[in-house]
């Protein structure tokens, strides 16, 4: 029943913070909402709308765009916050975080990983699917909506989305 609630209250909160996010030019790459110390935690990273490319190393020659600024962060939780306690859809004390996904950013979505490819990702998936390995640190070569494929060491592996258990750039210094 917890576990239900809490599903509840996170479609809530994504159905009342997505059209801000739209409005500003902005997209949600994952929203967080867990107990923590001293109260609960929504946490929002956002990124710009419609990025088709990441930067993924610091040797990387062309930069891909401005991401996300302080200002846009500091925007947005001022428009979110309100909104929130106006619809009462966190019954209890919360802080709202809002940030930029960060150079390792999360991939959760298949236009993620699209814009992803060429870089290193970290991949776990929920089971093993290549030589008994649920865990990969490697070039992402392919994506499309319904699988990935990583290069792990001169072999292609490919990974169906619905394996992939956590996946996030791995920056290159």
Not at 27 to 50: I, Q
Not at 58 to 67: I, Q, V, Y
């Amino acid at each position: 029943m917890a576990q239900e609630r809490l599903a509840e209250t996170i479609e809530r909160i994504e159905a009342l913070v997505l059209p801000v996010l739209t409005r500003e030019g902005l997209e949600l790459v994952d929203l967080e909402y867990k107990r923590a110390p001293k109260r609960f935690m929504l946490r929002l990273l956002v990124d710009r709308a419609g990025r088709t490319r990441y930067q993924g190393s610091a040797r990387d020659p062309e930069p891909p765009g401005e991401g996300v600024t302080i200002d846009d962060c500091v925007r947005v939780s001022k428009l979110v916050g309100p909104l929130l306690d106006v619809e009462d859809v966190i019954p209890t004390a919360y802080t709202l975080e809002v940030s930029s996904p960060g150079v390792n950013r999360p991939l959760k979505t298949p236009a993620h990983f699209k814009a992803a490819v060429g870089l290193m990702v970290r991949l776990k998936t929920r089971v093993p699917v290549h030589q008994a390995d649920s865990f990969f640190i490697a070039p992402l070569t392919e994506a499309d909506d319904e699988r990935v494929v990583l290069d792990v060491r001169g072999t292609p592996v490919e990974v169906p989305y619905r394996l992939v258990a956590s996946a996030s750039i791995e920056y290159q210094f």
